[in-house]
């Protein structure tokens, strides 16, 4: 007769028990840190109109393409202003406009015409995707799109000058120096970059890069997260409710110019910021100046910034008082690489 057989013992059940349990935390952060991450498509788009190469021809261009984009805020819109709006012709300098997230280009206005009229250069300002709309537009963008935003800027500022100057904000400064480090040398004459975003100042907000970052993030924030602007200006030339997504896509960019080797970037590189910015990482931006092998390369603070935040240094709606300091700033720094701008040969 067979004996009955016996339990296993306590101690045979519980290496049974931690070998399964250390099995089921494996899979669990595999699913983890293996889970999707945001990441920057940074393949220029393909299907975008051809800019055409009439410089008369750009502003009923850009009006068209501007239509079709859907409903926009007044004065949002991508314009060219001329250097002689009585005689549009090509100049020797055209300059730029990139403007940050969540803003248009009405952000540090009128700063940028100030430097287009001390160089007599054509000035473009553009909007990237999903800004001077709804919250929703902004949501449906991706920095995919703002990559063809800047890609066409780039065009468009070729037909207007013979070298390019850029000038971006915030995030638009991040799409500059993406652009310097990854496009052939010679397509920008100087960068002028104001409050660069190397990462946000909240840390929390790096959270959404982390895997599974945007499928949290929009339970966390309940799908939309609010700006209180500042002043009545503010709140109409920001957007200050946008989808959690945008937030998303904005954070790709940073991320994608960490992994960048800014030593390439030989350009001319002026960059302005202020010690008491709340919106942008101090740290970061320090941690990545030792980087750069522009030459020439100039790193000024600016103090004062009527800006509550200390983000957006010039320009008539949040930091009037400092405007001025920024262009003289600007035009030191592109007079001593010879850009006194100027029309173009004929």
């Known amino acids: 007769m067979t004996a009955p057989l016996s339990p296993p013992p306590i101690r045979s059940r519980r290496r049974r028990f931690l070998r399964w349990a250390a099995l089921a935390l494996a899979v669990l952060l595999a699913v983890a840190f293996l889970g999707p991450r945001a990441r920057l498509d940074s393949r220029l788009p393909e299907g975008r109109a051809a800019v055409p190469t009439d410089l008369l021809a750009l502003p009923a261009w850009l009006a068209a393409s501007e239509t079709k984009a859907g409903p926009l805020r007044p004065e949002t819109e991508k314009t060219i202003l001329w250097a002689d709006p009585?005689?549009?012709?090509?100049?020797?300098?055209?300059?730029?406009?990139?403007?940050?997230?969540?803003?248009?280009?009405?952000?540090?206005?009128?700063?940028?015409?100030?430097?287009?009229?001390?160089?007599?250069?054509?000035?473009?300002?553009?909007?990237?995707?999903?800004?001077?709309?709804?919250?929703?537009?902004?949501?449906?963008?991706?920095?995919?799109?703002?990559?063809?935003?800047?890609?066409?800027?780039?065009?468009?500022?070729?037909?207007?000058?013979?070298?390019?100057?850029?000038?971006?904000?915030?995030?638009?400064?991040?799409?500059a120096l993406w652009w310097a480090a990854t496009q052939p040398a010679d397509e920008i004459q100087a960068l002028v970059l104001i409050s660069p975003n190397f990462l946000p100042r909240d840390e929390r907000a790096r959270f959404a890069l982390w895997p599974w970052g945007r499928q949290v993030a929009r339970p966390l924030t309940g799908g939309m997260i609010d700006w209180e602007a500042t002043t009545e200006e503010a709140g109409r030339f920001w957007t200050t409710q946008w989808d959690s997504d945008a937030v998303v896509e904005m954070l790709t960019l940073p991320r994608a110019v960490e992994g960048l080797d800014l030593g390439r970037i030989r350009t001319p590189t002026l960059i302005l910021h202020s010690p008491e910015d709340w919106v942008v990482s101090l740290a970061a931006l320090r941690r990545r100046l030792p980087d750069f092998r522009a030459q020439p390369f100039r790193v000024v603070e600016i103090l004062g910034s009527d800006d509550p935040a200390g983000h957006v240094l010039a320009g008539r709606i949040l930091s009037p008082s400092t405007t001025g300091v920024v262009v003289q700033e600007s035009v030191d720094f592109l007079a001593s690489i010879g850009a006194s701008g100027g029309p173009a040969p004929r």
């Open 86 to 175: 009585t005689s549009p012709a090509k100049t020797e300098f055209a300059v730029v406009y990139l403007h940050g997230f969540s803003a248009t280009r009405q952000e540090t206005a009128p700063f940028p015409e100030l430097l287009s009229g001390k160089l007599q250069a054509n000035l473009f300002y553009t909007r990237l995707t999903g800004h001077g709309q709804s919250g929703v537009e902004l949501g449906r963008a991706t920095a995919n799109d703002w990559l063809g935003d800047v890609a066409e800027a780039m065009a468009v500022a070729r037909v207007l000058g013979h070298r390019t100057i850029v000038v971006g904000t915030s995030s638009g400064a991040t799409l």
